[in-house]
């Protein structure tokens, strides 16, 4: 097995506030999606918002008693220190209304799964990866002059052909194709460390080829457009989602 | 039987084709949909026709009101505006009944061209307040007349009018009002009234008040719908995925055009609304309004960055900032409006806010050279414009461009003047020579300094750092030596206090009586005043009573507030090492009353080079055993 020990997990284990926003940036919206399941739509936005910052802090509060030695998936960590913080608030919400107090339960087991532990469900665990490709994209974004990450853009993600991309920018094909090769470059190496940097066992590392992520540039292109699509439709319906929770919590008050 | 069970089938797939055939363009579908439509068509244009007359007596009527009005002497300008309103009405409805005609006949085109664009706008939602008796502070001078939903924040929004001779004259205003005994918290109050004193230069506040446990502030009452509602009616003539007709992208144009045009207005005076989003923006008869002040904030406040803001369109860097603790001075603040202009923009194109940040994708087909407007706008680091003006020198040459070729589709994105990035044109073709790219020069701000590459911007980072340092040392000789030759030198309270302040002291003493004397006052008094204080923000500060009250005074003289932990600092100094937390808190008049001794305080901040601010205020309870000596004054 790898040195599983990743600089992202000595960053979290040294409290950088950098590595909890990324964190939270980074599995925020697939981790609040995952809340939301869990609570069958009884948690309000704000509900769905705290438990998720609580996830995440006790993960980054814990994490120098994670052992990746033990090949447990990130996704999976997650969704153990998940599960246990919303059991917390059902079992919180369950004793105000009796009247009594509330004993926390023990995180121990939740931050603590082995390979046996039963993972979460696929759609999660995809949902995870499509969060790594995602933040890969934007530092691939952060890395890269404008234009040719605009040229990367119009090509994958609005999938218009290199001649039409030369014809509205007012650049040469060459210059397009030039600009091409060298994004996705930058592209594919990005997301190669953001994935090394936020996985912990082997299944983990080879998700990007099981997504014809290592492939040739047209499948490259379109694994990864179809991988954006996905991101973008399950964002925007999460946030439909909770504008109508909101909306209906109002309505109650 | 089999017959039988063939009717209902037979008869379903008939109705099916005959639906079909209705639903098409042609001759035979119009005449299979007649008899479905022909009575609804009726019922609607006999209601367009009905309102006209309707319409035009109203207008008739509120004219005549509007008149008595004027007689009066009421200053009825709204009067005049509903009248106005009324016969446009006349003209919406005949073009209403002009355009189902149209679209009875299979014309969306020409339907589209007679529909109105906007109707008369919507007017808000306003509750009349019942059963409340409570009295509020302003109203003695503001009448109520109803209450808006308040958002987010604990204040009370109400729609009031001036009170004149015990009567409400003149325009509906809207009225903020913060009260800590009605769950408002200190913060809000501070975070809110930051920004007032420009907000009033530049007009978007008409009046405010801070005073013992509340705060308050008018605005203007912009009747119109937000652009969130106005944009959904746009995109809903549309299907999705299909372009927008070129007068709406127009219509988007003029809105954005209206929107870039008012934040380079905030950021020309020094402050950033930090909360631009479609729902912000009132669309008016007169064009956009920005509205919702909670979060503006001066660019040059020594305040930490709040992560305020709506998700979607606040930038992420300013979010990254915040969390980092970076102070609202130290970073180019102006930056985050322009993402979210960005933001905006894209949710006018598209039609749904850009869930993926920088990296949205626009599901309808949208001219490049608009497209990568947005992206400019949203990128991270010095790929963004670096101002609002460098944003809106693209959009007005875009239109420029469109209106001269005949359509976006047909401009080369190349041919925007910051396609090249701001660092000169190093890639594609040279910038047009008519529309260079200048970032606007702020009055009282440092300009935002155009992108530059990496090393030069370090040198010139190092060669200000040096000559700040060198400037600041011969600066302390130059006051070190002038207190030994004169009097200054004695004034044994300056003394005491720590280095930084006591130079300021030495300073500002000349320099508060200059100032009082040109404004016509005499400045004896300060003769017997036991300390000057310079003073930044600190939230700390912000926390203590004696804040407040230096607020409310400051803001009574209409100048910006700014409050300092370098008070409590001067104040250990003055009481000595061994002053406990209680004697300090003690002596600021937290805990205790008394009798009460002048004091100025020198209050630093934005604005403080160019308006330099004095208060005679008190000190409560403050035993000073070092007094300025008697020739120490001015």
């Known amino acids: 097995m790898r040195n599983v020990d990743t600089r992202f997990l ?15 940036d980074v599995f925020g919206p697939a981790l609040s999606r995952m809340i939301e399941r869990f609570g069958h739509r009884c948690f309000t936005p704000d509900t769905v918002r705290d438990i998720s910052q609580e996830t995440l802090l006790r993960l980054s509060r814990e994490i120098h008693r ?55 469900p696929e759609e999660h665990e995809r949902s995870v990866f499509r969060a790594k490709v995602y933040r890969a994209m934007r530092v691939a974004g952060e890395r890269l002059e404008f234009l040719p990450f605009e040229v990367f853009k119009a090509r994958v ?57 290592d492939r040739d540039d047209d499948s490259f292109d379109e694994a990864l457009a179809e991988i954006h699509a996905r991101e973008e439709e399950s964002r925007r319906g999460h946030d439909v989602l909770s504008r109508t929770a909101r909306s209906l919590s109002f309505g109650r008050e | 039987m089999v017959a039988w069970l063939l009717i209902p089938v037979l008869a379903g797939a008939a109705v099916a084709l005959l639906l079909l055939l209705a639903t098409r363009r042609s001759p ?36 005549g009101w509007a008149l008595f009005m004027t007689i009066i002497g009421n200053a009825p300008r709204e009067a005049w505006r509903a009248a106005g309103r009324e016969f446009l009405g006349v003209a919406d409805a005949m073009r209403r009944a002009a355009a189902r005609l149209a679209s009875f006949l299979g014309c969306p085109e020409v339907a589209a061209r007679w529909r109105p664009r906007a109707g008369p706008p919507p007017l808000p939602r306003v509750v009349p307040r019942r059963g409340d008796r409570r009295v509020y502070p302003f109203e003695d001078r503001y009448r109520i007349e109803g209450r808006l939903g308040a958002g987010g924040s604990t204040a009370r929004l109400f729609v009031v009018r001036r009170v004149h001779r015990d009567r409400p004259v003149g325009d509906r205003m809207v009225l903020k009002y913060f009260d800590l005994g009605l769950g408002s918290r200190l913060d809000e109050l501070v975070r809110e009234s930051r920004g007032m004193q420009v907000a009033k230069e530049m007009g978007i506040v008409l009046d405010h008040r801070l005073e013992q446990n509340c705060f308050w502030y008018v605005m203007p009452f912009h009747e119109g719908e937000t652009l969130t509602r106005a944009a959904a009616r746009v995109h809903r003539r549309t299907p999705e995925g299909e372009p927008l007709p070129a007068a709406d992208v127009s219509t988007v144009l003029a809105w954005m055009g209206d929107l870039l045009r008012i934040l380079d207005g905030y950021h020309r005076h020094g402050v950033i609304h930090k909360d631009v989003k479609p729902d912000n923006v009132i669309v008016t008869a007169d064009g956009l309004r920005l509205v919702d002040l909670g979060l503006l904030t001066p660019l040059a406040s020594a305040l930490t960055l709040t992560t305020h803001g709506t998700e979607y369109f606040r930038d992420p860097e300013m979010v990254k900032l915040a969390l980092k603790g970076r102070r609202v001075k130290d970073v180019d603040a102006a930056r985050f409006d322009v993402y979210s202009a960005g933001a905006v923009f894209f949710y006018l194109l598209e039609g749904s806010f850009p869930a993926c940040g920088p990296l949205s994708r626009f599901t309808r087909p949208v001219p490049m050279v608009l497209s990568l407007m947005v992206s400019r706008a949203m990128a991270e680091g010095t790929k963004r414009y670096p101002t609002i003006a460098a944003m809106r020198a693209d959009l007005e040459e875009a239109a420029r461009l469109a209106a001269a070729e005949g359509g976006f589709e047909r401009i080369p994105a190349s041919r925007l003047p910051s396609f090249g990035g701001f660092d000169g044109p190093a890639e594609g073709p040279p910038l047009p020579v008519e529309a260079p790219v200048r970032p606007p020069v702020l009055e009282g701000v440092e300009p935002a300094e155009p992108a530059r590459s990496g090393r030069r911007r370090v040198r010139i980072l190092l060669s200000v750092l040096v000559a700040v340092v060198v400037a600041a040392n011969l600066w302390t000789f130059a006051r070190v030596r002038s207190a030994g030759d004169g009097p200054a030198a004695t004034v044994t309270t300056a003394a005491a206090l720590p280095d ?26 300060l003769r017997d005043v036991p300390v000057l204080v310079v003073a930044d923000r600190s939230p700390e500060f912000e926390r203590l009573d004696l804040a407040r009250e230096v607020r409310r005074r400051l803001m009574d003289r209409r100048v910006s507030v700014d409050t300092s932990a370098v008070l409590e600092e001067a104040v250990r100094a003055v009481l000595g090492p061994g002053a406990t937390a209680s004697e300090v808190r003690g002596a600021l008049g937290v805990e205790s009353g008394g009798a009460e001794r002048p004091f100025v305080l020198w209050v630093a901040g934005p604005g403080i080079s160019s308006r330099r601010v004095f208060l005679r205020g008190y000190f409560r309870d403050l035993e000073f055993d070092r007094e300025l000596p008697a020739g120490a004054g001015p």
Do not use: C
């Open chain 1, 10 to 24: 000595s960053r979290l284990k040294d409290h950088e506030e950098d590595a909890w926003y990324e964190l939270f």
């Open chain 1, 66 to 120: 994670f052992d990746p030695g033990r090949g447990v998936r990130f996704s999976t960590w997650l969704f153990e220190i998940a599960k246990h913080v919303v059991a917390g608030e059902f079992a919180h919400r369950n004793t105000k209304k009796r009247g009594a107090g509330v004993r926390p339960g023990s995180l121990d087991p939740a931050l603590e799964p082995s390979r046996d532990t039963p993972g979460p």
């Open chain 1, 157 to 213: 993600l609005r999938g218009m052909m290199q001649k039409d991309i030369a014809v509205a920018m007012g650049i040469s094909e060459p210059t397009v194709s030039r600009y091409l090769r060298k994004a996705r470059e930058v592209v594919r190496e990005t997301i190669r460390e953001v994935v090394a940097e936020y996985s912990f066992t082997p299944e983990e590392l080879a998700e990007p080829s099981g997504a014809s992520l």
């Open chain 2, 28 to 63: 035979l579908g119009l005449l299979l949909r007649l008899p479905f439509v022909l009575p609804f068509w009726a019922l609607g244009v006999l209601g367009d026709l009905f309102a006209v007359p309707v319409h035009l007596a109203s207008g008739l009527l509120r004219t």
């Open chain 2, 500 to 525: 930084r302040i006591a130079g300021t002291v030495l300073e500002w003493r000349e320099q508060v009586a200059e100032t009082l004397r040109a404004a016509g006052d005499d400045p004896s008094w």
